[in-house]
Nanobody
Framework: QVLLVESGGGLVQPGGSLRLSCAAS????????VGWYRQAPGNQRELVAL???????NYADSVKGRFTISRDNAKRMVWLQMNSLKPEDAAVYYC???????????WGQGTQVTVSS
């Protein structure tokens, strides 16, 4: 069983920064792809960034150069550093882990990011 708990959301002005954190439980973190997704009102959930167990990362075009995903397998943590935030980045951000054994997706409860002056 995997539980994911996000933190770090909040209100930030355009151009500002936030760092989201996700703490995972369970034993498969190190062998799993973990990532961040977001969902704005009226929109579908979309991929923001992924980090594979092999160390590769992948980003949505809209956040490349502004967001950075990182992970610490020993601590079972994944972070999303968000810089140069724009109003269109406002959404609920969700941490995701995909089990390589079952292909099941695990989700956190989400953390709200608001970008507004």
């Amino acid at each position: 069983q995997v539980l994911l708990v996000e933190s770090g959301g909040g209100l930030v002005q355009p151009g500002g920064s936030l760092r989201l954190s996700c703490a995972a439980s369970g034993t498969i973190f190190a062998i799993s792809t973990v990532g961040w997704y977001r969902q704005a009102p009226g929109n579908q959930r979309e991929l923001v960034a992924l980090s594979t167990s092999g160390g590769s990362t992948n980003y949505a075009d809209s956040v490349k150069g502004r967001f950075t995903i990182s992970r610490d397998n020993a601590k079972r943590m994944v972070w999303l550093q968000m810089n140069s935030l724009k109003p269109e980045d406002a959404a609920v951000y969700y941490c995701n882990l995909k089990s390589p054994r079952t292909n099941k997706d695990y989700w956190g409860q989400g953390t709200q990011v608001t970008v507004s002056s």
